[in-house]
Nanobody
Framework: VHLVESGGGLVQPGGSLNLSCAET????????MSWYRQSPGKERELVARISGRTDTTYADSVKGRFTISRDGTDENTMFLRMNKLKPEDTAVYYCNVYGDSGYWGQGTQVTVSS
């Protein structure tokens, strides 16, 4: 399993970013993919999870602002659309498959600051 993330960066409060995560080695569809994040001094937390194409779960802190989805043709690629970003969304965002003991991407930094 090889997870490649992209899309992080610096954005002002209220702005938007899109993250992507692609699994580039498997030839089977991964049913569940997740985004986690970790800020300095804090525990890693689940941000959003998608099973299949429509079964989604969100952390309360991002509901209504973030949207997780999968690519229309490559189901092992997922996205995280982040709107109305807040300074407290600042973190390293990680892609995950197969749970805590599974596989993790390298992480992408998201910084929300004016």
């Amino acid at each position: 399993v090889h997870l490649v993330e992209s899309g992080g960066g610096l954005v002002q409060p209220g702005g938007s970013l899109n993250l992507s995560c692609a699994e580039t080695e498997l030839r089977v569809v991964i049913r569940t993919m997740s985004w986690y994040r970790q800020s300095p001094g804090k525990e890693r937390e689940l941000v959003a999870r998608i099973s299949g194409r429509t079964d989604t779960t969100y952390a309360d802190s991002v509901k209504g602002r973030f949207t997780i989805s999968r690519d229309g043709t490559d189901e092992n690629t997922m996205f995280l659309r982040m709107n109305k970003l807040k300074p407290e969304d600042t973190a390293v965002y990680y892609c995950n498959v197969y749970g805590d003991s599974g596989y993790w991407g390298q992480g992408t930094q998201v910084t929300v600051s004016s």
